[in-house]
């Protein structure tokens, strides 16, 4: 009995085993086809630069497992290391992924000079372990809808996506709302309430608005940092958001918030321009390593400093070749970014690139060159005012500079006031005064300047116009501007979730 029993369940093994080979080999997109096996990546048979990655069932690497760095794909159990420099694992959809993750398009490394494309999963949020954060929904009806913010703590970032429209605006809209959503109007959830922001109003405050909320074609997702200066009011229960939309569905709140302070901002730095840079410093390129030199010292008031930097070169087509967009017919891929219908259609694709980064920072993209409505040259523009601090991988995800003219120029200086401006936006700056004179920041000690100091006449003010109201200060919106930061803006910088 014993003898035929042990006979039976070596069969049963044998069975089970030869299921399991069978698998071996197979074509897959997600661990959950290949039952004992993972689906693990083969970059090097990759036919060609951007073509789909090949993944097929076989045995984890005893090497690092998702989410940590990497350099390649030799250092990854899944055999996948992503653009953004972290190591993942392939999905179908949100489900073959983990609760804090979602499966999103992405680019993994193959070869030295190629990337592969495939569906990954990636971390919803990186930030310092100490932050906090919640997750609610509301409704989108393609109209105007009141969206509740629910209040968590003293200061909280609000970040506002429509999860059924990830459209970008092409064609040209007839509406001033381009995005997703559009903020209209933020109130305090009180009797009586109190509006704080108000885009029908916006250029008619003798004052500034209490909390702007980023207005542009280019936020997305939307946020609402809260309260962001002392003139602001803390709901007593909530906020109330009024925001536009096009096409119907759910939209996700989610509230980011922390008690205690950082001061060191990593950076994420991706190179997609012309010029050939590598990175021979802890900092990036030397040129690059002194514009964070000057950054630092702009900074250095608020007691704030670059950490950890990760330089990536951005190799093969992708810089020139950018995004397969619908319809375009302007855009020039990612080295070049050109307006069409008054946006940047590749922006949100280009933002898109940090997805899987896996570390509390910045990301930073640096183009050849950005051209804005009209042909004007643009030196950088953030995804956000703040952006969405802790989500890569999102339209907003980041800045983006037009470095090839500094780097040309040997101008490391320059490129790091413009650095440090666009940071600054990152981190919840406004301009102290849009050029139009209309519009200001919410911080009374930042000086204004009204177009009436428009001495040349051309509708536009610049720094020499603003002297002695705000052109010396780092967030005046020209590139002639000063690097001065007021006390009010170093405190609304060190509220930034984003620091270590």
Not at 39 to 58: R, T
Not at 147 to 169: C, G, I, M, R
Not at 192 to 203: I, S
Not at 408 to 420: F, I, K, N, S, Y
Request: glycine share 10%; with cysteine; charged share 20%.
């Amino acid at each position: 009995m014993l003898a035929a029993r042990g006979v039976w369940v070596l069969c049963l093994l044998c069975a089970c085993d030869a299921g399991s080979s069978d698998l071996a080999g197979r074509a897959c997109s997600a661990d959950l086809e290949c039952e004992s096996y993972a689906c693990v990546g083969d970059p090097a048979a990759a036919q060609a630069d951007l073509a789909e990655l090949p993944l097929s069932c076989g045995m984890l690497r005893e090497t690092r497992a998702p989410g940590s760095a990497c350099e390649s794909a030799e250092d990854c159990d899944h055999g996948v290391c992503l653009l953004a420099g972290a190591c993942a694992r392939s999905c179908r959809g949100d489900g073959d992924c983990g609760p804090a993750q979602r499966c999103q398009a992405s680019y993994a490394r193959a070869e030295p000079e190629r990337l592969a494309s495939l569906h990954a999963c990636v971390d919803a949020l990186n930030l310092p372990s100490d932050a906090q954060h919640s997750e609610s929904t509301g409704e989108a009806h393609g109209a105007v809808d009141r969206l509740t913010l629910p209040l968590t703590a003293a200061h909280t970032l609000y970040v506002v996506e429509h999860l059924s429209d990830d459209s970008w605006p092409i064609p040209a809209s007839s509406s001033l709302c381009r995005p997703p959503l559009c903020a209209r109007k933020l109130t305090t959830q009180a009797d009586p309430e109190h509006a704080l922001f108000d885009v029908q109003t916006l250029a008619e405050a003798d004052d500034g608005q209490d909390n702007p909320v980023a207005q542009g074609n280019h936020v997305n997702p939307l946020t609402v940092w809260t309260p962001n200066g002392p003139r602001s009011l803390a709901a007593p229960r909530a906020y109330q958001l009024e925001v536009e939309s096009k096409r119907q569905g759910r939209a996700r709140i989610t509230a980011l918030w922390r008690e205690s302070s950082g001061v060191r901002l990593d950076l994420n730095v991706f190179y997609l321009g012309a010029l050939t840079l590598q990175a021979d410093t802890a900092r990036g390129p030397e040129l690059f390593a002194r514009a964070l030199d000057e950054l630092d010292s702009i900074f250095e008031p608020a007691g704030i400093f670059v950490g950890e930097v990760r330089f990536i070169v951005v190799p093969g087509q992708l810089p020139t070749r950018g995004s397969g967009l619908p319809g375009r017919e302007v855009s020039a891929g990612f080295r070049n970014l050109v307006s069409q219908y008054q946006v940047l259609p590749e922006l949100p694709e280009l933002f898109r690139l940090s997805a899987g980064a896996s570390n509390s920072a910045l990301d930073v993209f640096c183009v050849a060159d950005i051209a804005a409505a009209g042909g004007a040259e643009v030196g950088g523009i953030a995804g956000g005012t703040p952006v969405a601090f802790g989500m890569h991988g999102t339209a907003g995800s980041g800045i983006a500079l037009a470095v090839d003219r500094w780097l040309t120029r040997q101008d490391p200086v320059g490129l790091g006031h413009a650095l440090a401006h666009e940071v600054g936006h990152a981190l919840g700056l406004f301009h102290t005064t849009e050029v139009n004179g209309l519009v200001i920041d919410p911080l009374p000690d930042t000086p204004t300047c009204p177009l009436s100091r428009d001495v040349d006449r051309n509708g536009s003010l610049d720094a020499a116009e603003c002297a002695a109201l705000g052109g010396d200060n780092l967030m005046f919106p020209t590139t002639d501007g000063g690097s001065r930061l007021s006390p009010e803006q170093i405190a609304v910088l060190q509220r930034a979730l984003i620091l270590n």
